[in-house]
């Protein structure tokens, strides 16, 4: 018998199911719902919210009009430009939609697709409008584009988007990174979870041997406060996170040490730039004449350097052993380097010192190593002056690292010819304070726009101009590109190069192109852009002559030289094409540098260029992928917006870091420096500033400038002397900035250290030693004293006695006995007669009792030539006291004052004079007459000021 269905049991299964079915829609569509429920509130997209992009019927302006139900507040605008053709629009408000207030305004278009707009304080209205006046021709993609998208292609904006506040803000606050500690010293950093839909990436720190790229928190010796931070992505928008500050302690297993007899930790060393971290102990470790160097694989180079700085510092030169199977004695020096897989992370210019009865030195990388030895010498020397700490260092372990990995200082060679000697001893005490980049500014040119000749474009092509290396290119018309006057031959300056890499330096040779370009365009007329006169020094970028001349330069130093396979550039990691401050076509200029980018890096170089790129505006953009633009103006590149677009930046704010010798800018203002300066801040024309994150990557340090801007007309006879007290005053200070900025140390403190650590061992930039020995130490007193029996007696020409001296200045009293008698001169009696000399024919340093030009008393440095108002007699003895300073040099005749030539104020001539002492007489040019007795000496007034 067949069974009747339960329709009580169907019903029941029915309604189940649907039950069943219910749930999963409702939980489908909740799930659907919090996905697609927007986490960022856009008053753009509300209901009833009206938007209308209209252009007045074909006449500008045109508009994009967000229109609300009702009034709602504003203070956050994001705008997703169709194309960056929009050179003039403002914001503005309305409450009616027939009045509307300007809310902000805009002169350039866009360096970027998406604008963000914070504005300067909350808007109420009803109206939000973008109004564009000004745009150029938006390019037929666009075009076909926006009309793909619904959007009226008039309009050069894609979408308007509008906040109450700043969306990212509750997010940024929501994050909040902690570091857990967990047992035996493990950190870890620990962030909270955002709600579903955003991305999240570490960022980076600041102090990355503290936390490394990975999130790896290393151990330290001592607490470390840094600053992180994260990438943030929503939907089509990408934004960084503030700086967190986070404090890093101490790992536990770097805990304080103690003496079991309770005796006092040693206190951190002074040395400069300030160790990053230190753990003290107890007791010395001494450098005897019984100490050795333990050399390991690599070290080599470096512990010779470190053996030749030791006998220069301290009188003892370790000896050299190979370290085989050698275990470290009392008193030696271990140096070696460590595979990075240790997990310590140094880094490339970290290092470990661990100074205990032995000294121990490591790092990852011989730089690193090279920078430890810099440290223990500049221990050594700051300890020196305390006899019983002769030749010890306090026990301890240092743990040191920089926080920027460029930190330098560039100079103009172009404009004031400097000599190879200055610029190692640049290099070198560049290396003392860990600085690590020396821009080379090899070509540039007198400002045309203060010249003397710029009265037509004929003559602004006579300004002085200059490229300061050797080149086989001759223009048009058979004009050299190289200076007649001064360079630097192609094997010298890849010497230098390789000189300074080897000491932890790199060079970043610039040639300066399209602008500043007068050495070129006044060889190749044809390629200048002279449409005025102040812009013959530009190269006109419509020709592709222009393009192929600068190339060809280029590839003269980055390809195999014919006669001596040697590549000039070869060890310069990083190129400066210059870049800056070009007035002519925009497009041409960016299809220029992209093209120049293109061609720096097929040698496998990383592009340096200036940040021009808010001055200069076209509808192009150019390449980021490694390049570093130096900002140095923020009108001509806003520091933000080159940051977002992807640029690593480096800050070489005018108003922070420029020097001018004998300009409005003469010295680095150390006071205001060291009290406001940061990397990462950089001031604007306004009167703001603009602060990047400080734990981005691509905040890469920041390098000090000196300009030579005073030449050919405006030229104030600054010496190699001046230039390099501007470099080195301005020196420590910057290092500290740039290495530790974090360190509590006060300028108050960093001074004191300042002059004890002084100069690099083996460098005598101020002629402090008149015997040559490179001691980097004041000589007072007198150093020379000859009185002959027989008067010395000189008969022009190649006519002298050398002294055993070199040179002594500036500050010095020069006394001598003198009589002209003109025997056996040739021609007019008013040729060159050179009493004292020193140097070689390229850089001869001379005190004239005969000026060529003047017939007077005078001496001769750098090009320059100075007469006093004196006539030296003939047939008469006669008393010659010559007193030098700073900026003046002074003569009297016997006993009574003639001249103090010189000047210390800014636009006026300077006449520092280092003194000649190495010959009296000359090699080519001496005195005609007879020397009775010569004294040399320097004031115990101190030699810098």
């Known amino acids: ?148 998208e619904g959007i009226d292609s008039r309009i050069p904006v894609k979408r308007m988007e509008l906040y109450k506040e700043n969306p990212w803000n509750t997010y940024f606050k929501e994050l909040k990174p902690i570091l857990q500690r967990g047992a035996e010293g493990f950190r870890q950093l620990v962030t909270a979870e955002l709600p579903k839909g955003f991305q999240v990436s570490f960022a980076g720190c600041d102090l990355e041997q503290v936390i490394g790229a990975d999130e790896t928190v290393y151990d330290t010796l001592s607490e470390k406060t840094v600053h992180i931070g994260y990438q943030l992505t929503y939907g089509d928008w990408t934004v960084d996170s503030p700086s967190y500050e986070i404090r890093v302690p101490a790992s536990n297993r770097s805990a304080d040490q103690t003496s079991a007899d309770s005796a006092p930790v040693n206190e951190k060393p002074a040395v400069l730039p300030d160790l990053q971290e230190w753990k003290g102990s107890t007791g010395a470790f001494t450098l005897t004449t019984d100490s050795r160097i333990l050399v390991t694989a690599g070290t080599e180079e470096i512990a010779d350097a470190l053996q030749q700085d030791l006998l220069e510092l301290t009188g003892i030169a370790p000896t050299l052993v190979t370290s085989e199977g050698e275990k470290p004695e009392t008193g030696d020096i271990v140096l070696q380097l460590i595979p990075a897989s240790d997990g310590i992370g140094l880094g490339v210019e970290g290092y470990l010192a661990e100074i205990t009865d032995s000294l121990s030195l490591s790092a990852e990388d011989p730089t690193g190593l090279y920078w430890s030895t810099r440290t223990v010498l500049q221990i050594l020397k700051n300890r020196a002056d305390i006899e019983e700490m002769a030749c010890t260092l306090p026990k301890g372990t240092i743990r040191d690292y920089p926080q920027y990995p460029v930190r330098g200082f560039q100079i103009d060679v172009a404009r004031n010819s400097v000599s190879m000697d200055t610029l190692r001893d640049i290099a070198k005490n560049m290396a003392w304070y860990k600085m690590n980049n020396l821009t080379i500014h090899l070509n540039d040119n007198a400002l045309l726009a203060y010249s003397d000749k710029k009265d037509t474009i004929e003559m602004a092509f006579g300004a002085y101009s200059a490229f300061r290396l050797e080149s086989s290119i001759t223009g048009s018309k058979g004009k050299a590109l190289t200076a007649p006057d001064m360079s630097y031959g192609k094997e010298e300056f890849a010497s230098f190069i390789r000189e300074a890499k080897s000491i932890g330096v790199s060079v970043v040779p610039e040639i300066d192109t399209p602008a500043h370009s007068l050495s070129l365009t006044s060889a190749f007329p044809e390629l200048s852009l002279a449409t005025m006169a102040e812009s013959v020094d530009m190269l006109d970028l419509s020709k592709p002559e222009s393009e192929t001349l600068v190339k060809d330069i280029w590839s003269e130093y980055l390809e195999s030289d014919e006669q001596t396979s040697e590549v000039t550039f070869a060890d310069s990691d990083t190129l400066h094409i210059g870049a800056d401050e070009y007035y002519g076509n925009a497009e041409n200029y960016l299809t220029f540098e992209n093209s120049m980018i293109d061609f720096i890096h097929s040698f496998d170089k990383k592009v340096r260029m200036w940040g021009s790129l808010s001055g200069i505006r076209g509808t192009g953009r150019i390449q980021t992928e490694n390049v570093e633009l130096a900002i140095w103006n923020t009108d001509w590149a806003d520091p933000m917006t080159m940051y977002r677009a992807g640029f690593d930046i480096l800050n070489t704010n005018s108003a922070e870091l420029y020097i001018i010798p004998g300009g409005g800018v003469d010295y680095l203002d150390t006071d205001l420096f060291y009290d406001t300066f940061a990397v990462n801040r950089f001031p604007m024309s306004d009167g703001s500033y603009t602060f990047l994150p400080e734990y981005s990557p691509k905040l890469e340090g920041a390098v000090y400038v000196m300009w030579n801007d005073l030449c050919d007309n405006l030229a104030a006879g600054i010496s190699e002397y001046d230039m390099f007290d501007r470099f080195y005053m301005a020196l ?88 002209r008698t003109d025997e056996g001169l040739a021609g007019s009696t008013q040729q060159n007669q050179v009493l004292f000399e020193y140097g070689t024919e390229d850089n001869r340093y001379q005190f004239k009792a005969v000026q060529a030009q003047t017939g007077q008393v005078g001496f001769s440095r750098e090009d320059w030539d100075y007469s006093f108002d004196y006539t030296l007699p003939v047939g008469e003895w006669v008393e010659l006291k010559i007193i030098g300073e700073k900026d003046f040099t002074s003569l009297y005749v016997n006993g009574e004052f003639i001249e103090r030539i010189g000047s210390d104020e800014t636009y006026s001539e300077h006449a520092t004079f280092v003194f000649p002492l190495a010959r009296i007489g000359s090699e080519t040019e001496a005195f005609c007459g007879e020397i009775g007795s010569v004294k040399a000496s320097v004031p115990e007034t101190g030699v810098l000021e």
């Open 732 to 819: 420590p200070y910057v290092s500290q900035k740039c290495w530790s900025p974090g360190s509590d140390l006060t300028k108050e403190e960093l001074e004191p250290i300042a002059e004890s650590v002084l100069m690099a061992p083996g460098t005598d930039p101020y002629a402090w030693d008149p015997a040559g020995d490179d001691s980097s130490s004041h000589i007072f007193g007198t150093f020379y004293e000859e009185d002959f029996s027989e008067p010395l007696i000189l008969k022009g020409g190649n006519d002298y006695q050398e002294t055993g001296l070199t040179d002594m200045g500036p500050v010095y009293e020069i006394t001598c006995m003198v009589k």
């Open 1 to 148: 018998m067949k069974k009747k269905p339960n329709k009580k049991a169907i019903a029941q299964c029915f309604v189940c199911l649907l039950v069943l079915a219910g749930l999963i829609f409702v939980t489908k569509y909740l799930e659907k719902q919090g996905t697609e429920k927007p986490l960022f509130h856009n008053l753009a997209e509300e209901k009833g919210t009206k938007i209308t992009a209209y252009d007045n019927a074909g006449t500008s302006p045109c508009y994009m009009d967000v229109e609300f139900t009702e009034e709602r507040q504003v203070s956050y605008i994001r705008i997703l430009w169709a194309g960056l053709n929009a050179d003039q629009y403002q914001l503005e408000a309305s409450s009616d939609g027939v009045n509307y207030t300007v809310l902000e305004q805009f002169t350039e278009a866009s360096y970027l697709k998406e604008q963000l707009i914070e504005l300067p304080e909350t808007v109420t209205a009803k109206h939000i409008r973008l109004a564009v006046s000004q745009a150029g021709a938006v390019p037929q993609e666009t075009v076909d584009a926006q009309e793909k």
